[in-house]
Nanobody, 124 residues
Framework: QVQLVESGGGLVQAGGSLRLSCAASGRTFSNYGMGWFRQAPGKEREFVSGINWSGRLTSYANSVKGRFTISRDNAKNTVYLQMNSLKPEDTAVYYC?????????????????WGQGTQVTVSS
């Protein structure tokens, strides 16, 4: 049974930074792509960033490009999301997810396992 546990969320002022972590267990972490998604109140869940199995290929939503960085440590079975220059519109519950293959696409339907989410609140 795959388990994904996010941590690192919290309250931060606009312009600040947070680093989210997602610890995975249950199957060979290095075989699978990983992704971060977020859901703001009253909105649909949206793609934030994805990373392939090796960490060499990454993708980002336009809204976070240049501010967020995804990375992974396969030795620690952990994926990270470094968030800089945070804006109030980044406020959401952030979820990590494990892809069904080695890629980290933006298609939520291709992610089979999800964490419980961690709240990020950015004050103005």
């Amino acid at each position: 049974q795959v388990q994904l546990v996010e941590s690192g969320g919290g309250l931060v002022q606009a312009g600040g930074s947070l680093r989210l972590s997602c610890a995975a267990s249950g199957r060979t972490f290095s075989n699978y792509g990983m992704g971060w998604f977020r859901q703001a109140p009253g909105k649909e869940r949206e793609f934030v960033s994805g990373i392939n199995w090796s960490g060499r290929l990454t993708s980002y939503a336009n809204s976070v490009k240049g501010r967020f960085t995804i990375s992974r440590d396969n030795a620690k079975n952990t994926v990270y999301l470094q968030m800089n220059s945070l804006k109030p519109e980044d406020t959401a519950v952030y979820y990590c997810a494990q892809h069904s293959t080695g890629w980290g696409s933006s298609d939520q339907n291709q992610y089979h396992y999800w964490g419980q989410g961690t709240q990020v609140t950015v004050s103005s």
